[in-house]
């Protein structure tokens, strides 16, 4: 029977729209992966010595888990910038949504046992993301200059965020030792994350939370 047929015009559309699905997966996937390196390509910023990183007015050091050794390593590379003249000032800006978890005071209490006085550090309880905790240091602590503090895995979504942002910075890599599979997750997560990157300085989206300036410089004679 005719019904019984199938046609050859008939078989190429219904492997139309499969045909479509395909290429447009194949462009949103060329999409992504230029995204992707276009937040990565920030290289040239990135300091692997202290000892070569032109001095800055304030260091950021952006949290992380309390009590691991990535932040660990982030606020000890912090420490050492200031006790090599390198910065007056450190911003520590993290995660500070709970009661019971407090990241900012954590990393200050750490680096004031390592020797960086009281009034040299200013904590930021709200920086969630790391596109919130840049955005704040401009708007809220008149951050215009700064070293940021974190490791190789993160640092160039940071300096594409702070640059769109139009805050001068370098990066310093904190990675002090190997972090095993807590840096694969976090690199395997950087991939996802750099897309949020561009879509926040595109969209220039406002963080969770502003609030009054806190300019970290109001102490300073002009």
């Not at 840049?134 to 809220?140: E, F, S, W």
């Not at 807590?182 to 969770?208: F, G, H, M, N």
Request: glycine fraction near 6%; proline fraction near 5%.
């Amino acid at each position: 029977m005719l019904n019984d047929i199938e046609y050859p015009a008939i078989k190429s559309m219904k492997k139309f729209p499969r045909v479509i699905g395909l290429v447009i997966s194949a462009l949103l996937f060329i999409v992504a992966a230029l995204l992707y390196f276009t937040v990565r390509n920030q290289s040239c910023l990135i300091y692997g010595n202290i000892n070569d990183v032109p001095c800055m007015p304030v260091a950021i050091v952006f949290g992380a888990g309390i009590g691991t050794p990535i932040l660990a390593d982030r606020v000890a590379t912090a420490v050492s910038l200031y006790k090599n003249g390198k910065i007056g000032k450190i911003l520590m800006t993290g995660d500070n949504g709970h009661l019971d978890y407090d990241e900012p005071n954590a990393m200050k209490f750490m680096a004031v046992a390592a020797g960086v006085p009281k009034k040299d550090i200013v904590c930021d309880y709200a920086g969630f993301r790391t596109y919130d905790s840049l955005y704040r240091a401009r708007d809220i602590f008149d951050v215009q200059k700064a070293i940021l503090v974190t490791q190789r895995f993160h640092l160039p979504r940071a300096i594409f965020i702070a640059k769109h942002l139009g805050i001068t910075v370098i990066g310093i890599d904190a990675s002090l030792r190997s972090y095993g599979l807590e840096q694969c997750w976090y690199e395997l997560r950087e991939i996802l994350a750099s897309e949020y990157a561009w879509l926040d300085v595109i969209t220039q989206r406002k963080p969770k939370f502003l609030g009054k300036k806190e300019s970290l410089f109001a102490d300073c004679p002009n």
